[in-house]
């Protein structure tokens, strides 16, 4: 009820106050009709000139500046941060190269190593001296492990012997973590074996590895 | 003795003056249930205003009333415009629909809101043909009573809504026109509103209140960040 009466003494104020408030709202509207022909001229002429259609007023301008101020001071070299995820095939590498940097590019080059099916395929199909032709894959991969502390000399692009490098030790600090899922592997090779063969006739040498993975050598 | 407490109502017209109280009243409710709405409605669109003006507040570029007032002005005019431009060109739309008909039938003398409502409900050229009209010229609608002509019966319905085609080019500049407008006068509205809350603000930020002052305690620390306007 009382809600009631408000509403009724609202409608009453309402009355009385209505005409003014047709009479603001027509005035601000003739002036917002004035204003937009104004700057329906003033447009012509900034787009004739070159200028934007709502030029920059001070304040804002100032608070850009202000805030432009404030960025450089919190990322006083934001450049090279931005500039370094660009580089990441390795040859784009200037002086300031960090072997930290380094590793932290190329991050899925973890993935390629357990081939555990072309090992079985290996053994069975190929000839025990030929190598693994190596997948195109995996070979800008194994260079991630390549930039760990251990391989700090591998910084001048000589082909060959680079690759070399490489294959040797980035395997044996690349294995070690994963440990744990290679021995799947070796349980799948016992598994495996061809029949009226024994340890003694093949060995797996990692240090032969190509890119690939893992070379298997049959000694006879 | 008081001539007006000398008048006798009937108990039938006790109901009919309380049944119109209680119209006058619902009436008066409904006004104010809409006025609250509008102004409700405006307290929103005068929101704007904050999200407008708030960099240069918050960051304290604007210092005093009268340069908030000023940079408000300028910032709620620029967006009256970017909310104008489009019903100001419907209803540009529908000023050359109608100039465009009188130029190629060469008739200035066109009348948009004629009620030229053809015969038979078909043909016509003007609003009217969009409308339901009853004749209230026909004499036989009206009776008299002590004197007075009064409307006793509903009048004949002489028009019925059509399409006509002559008429569309008075639908085309109507349905701009109304859209259009309404469009515009909620812009207004809306510029009102924001103006009305530049002007609240503009009392409100730089107020400064010592409600809570102590005389007694120590002063805050001039290096406080959380130092208040």
């Not at chain 2, 909310?83 to 060109?89: D, E, F, L, M, V």
Request: glycine letters at 4%.
């Amino acid at each position: 009820m009382v809600d009631l009466l408000k509403a009724f003494g609202r409608g009453i104020l309402y009355i009385l106050c209505f005409p003014f408030f047709l009479v603001a709202l027509a005035i601000f509207a003739v002036i917002g009709l004035l204003a937009f022909l104004f700057q329906l001229i003033k447009s012509i002429i900034f787009f004739f000139t070159g200028q934007k259609f709502f030029p920059e007023l001070p304040e804002d301008k100032e608070l850009r500046l202000m805030r432009e101020a404030e960025q450089a001071r919190l990322n006083p070299q934001p450049q090279p941060a931005n500039n370094q995820p660009q580089q990441g095939n390795g040859l784009m590498f200037e002086e300031t190269y960090d072997e930290d940097d380094f590793l932290e590019e190329p991050t899925p080059a973890v993935a390629p190593l357990p081939k555990q099916t072309t090992i079985e395929e290996v053994v069975f199909e190929e000839e025990p001296e030929e190598e693994v032709p190596p997948t195109p894959a995996p070979a800008p991969k194994v260079e991630a492990p390549a930039a760990q502390p251990q391989v700090q000399e591998v910084k001048m692009p000589e082909p060959e012997p680079v690759k070399e490098e490489k294959q040797e030790e980035p395997l044996d600090d690349f294995l070690d973590p994963f440990e744990a899922k290679e021995e799947p592997v070796e349980e799948e090779l016992e598994v495996y074996r061809p029949k009226g063969t024994t340890d003694d006739m093949y060995s797996i040498d990692d240090d032969d590895d190509t890119d690939s993975g893992v070379n298997i050598n049959f000694d006879d | 003795m008081n001539p007006i407490l000398l008048i006798k109502l009937t108990e039938n017209d006790k109901r009919v003056i309380i049944a119109l109280l209680f119209a006058i009243i619902l009436l008066f409710v409904i006004i104010g249930l809409l006025g609250s709405l509008i102004v409700r409605t405006m307290k929103w669109q005068g929101k704007k205003c904050d999200t407008l003006v708030s960099d240069v507040v918050t960051n304290h570029i604007v210092k005093t009333p009268h340069q908030l007032r000023k940079y408000a002005a300028k910032k709620n005019i620029r967006h009256f415009i970017k909310q104008a431009w489009i019903p100001i060109i419907i209803i540009l739309v529908g000023v050359a629909t109608i100039c465009i008909r009188n130029a190629v039938v060469n008739d200035w003398s066109y009348d948009i809101l004629n009620f030229n409502n053809g015969t038979e409900n078909q043909g016509g050229t003007g609003i009217g043909t969009l409308l339901f009209m009853w004749d209230f010229n026909d004499p036989d609608a009206y009776t008299t009573v002590w004197g007075i002509k009064v409307l006793a019966a509903w009048p004949k319905l002489i028009n019925q809504p059509h399409f006509s085609v002559d008429a569309i080019w008075c639908y085309v500049y109507i349905a701009c026109m109304v859209v259009g407008g309404t469009w515009y006068v909620i812009a207004a509205q809306a510029y009102l509103a924001r103006t009305i809350r530049a002007v609240k603000l503009s009392k409100m930020v730089f107020e400064k209140s010592l409600d809570n002052f102590d005389q007694n305690t120590p002063p805050q620390q001039p290096n406080n960040p959380a130092q208040p306007m």
